[in-house]
């Protein structure tokens, strides 16, 4: 997150009495003389939702089974993926379009069927 952003005053704000039950507080983070409280707190929440942004690792969950994919299990037992080196795979990658790749170290890799498996991003 940028620096010009004070999550922790973002947070007091949001739980302050004046911007849940409207009533005035003077305890306020964003209470500045000649200007709306609620205004700037709400565009202090919205710059924080826009540099908020998906890290670059993410786990692939199996709808079939609702955890998370195990690309050993699937190379190993998986008609789509049984051209794959079960026992060295390199994991899950995404193409520029969000194709998602299950790969193995030697370089092959499989498509995986977009209906059964979900990208998840860690937070």
């Known amino acids: 997150m940028g620096n010009s952003i004070d999550l ?3 947070i007091k704000g ?10 005035n507080c003077a305890k306020c983070p964003y209470d500045i003389a000649d200007s709306d409280c609620t205004a ?3 565009m202090d929440v919205l710059a924080l939702l826009k540099e908020q942004k998906h890290s670059e690792t993410f786990i692939v969950i199996d709808n079939k089974t ?3 994919a195990d690309p050993y ?4 037992h998986e008609d789509w993926a049984k051209d794959l080196c079960y026992c ?5 990658a995404i193409e520029e379009d969000g ?3 299950l790969v193995d170290e030697c370089g092959r890799f499989a498509y995986a069927d ?3 498996f979900k990208v998840v991003w860690d937070a």
């Open 14 to 23: 949001l739980n302050c009495c004046c911007h849940t039950d409207g009533s």
């Open 114 to 116: 977009r209906e059964r």
């Open 99 to 101: 194709t998602l790749l």
């Open 40 to 42: 700037q707190l709400s």
């Open 73 to 76: 299990e699937i190379a190993l």
């Open 8 to 10: 922790e005053k973002v």
């Open 88 to 92: 060295d795979m390199d994991g899950w």
């Open 66 to 68: 609702g955890k998370e």
